[in-house]
């Protein structure tokens, strides 16, 4: 069975950090790029940010460079978000998902086969 269980998310005033965790079973973590898909009430889902598990290839959304880490554990299949510098328009859903590639073909939503159940991130101004 497939599983993505994010922890990690909660409640934080701006300019404060969260780590987010993404623990992956049940698929060959090697052949996937992991990552994070954020959705914000009444907007659509946004790549935030990828890794790959095979080459550490990463992407980051224009809207978190610089502010916004990845990271993974190939040995424990887990991949992380750390976030700081949080800003209220970072509130969202955030979704670990397993994209059905290698490396090399972005962060979209579109590309996502697996998704985890979503952990809220609430950033207060």
């Known amino acids: 069975e497939v599983q993505l269980v994010e922890s990690g998310g909660g409640l934080v005033q701006a300019g404060g950090s969260l780590r987010l965790s993404c623990a992956a079973s049940?698929?060959?973590?090697?052949?996937?790029?992991i990552g994070w898909i954020r959705q914000a009430p009444g907007k659509e889902r946004e790549g935030v940010s990828c890794?790959?598990?095979?080459?550490?290839?990463?992407y980051y959304a224009d809207s978190v460079k610089g502010r916004f880490t990845i990271s993974s554990d190939n040995a424990k299949n887990t991949v992380y978000l750390q976030m700081n510098s949080l800003k209220p328009e970072d509130t969202a859903v955030y979704y670990c998902?397993?994209?059905?590639?290698?490396?090399?073909?972005?962060?979209?939503?579109?590309?996502?086969?697996?998704w985890g159940q979503g952990t809220q991130v609430t950033v207060s101004s």
């Open positions: 049940g698929f060959t973590f090697d052949d996937y790029t």
């Open positions: 890794i790959s598990s095979s080459d550490g290839l990463t």
């Open positions: 998902a397993a994209l059905g590639f290698r490396s090399g073909y972005g962060c979209y939503a579109s590309l996502s086969d697996y």
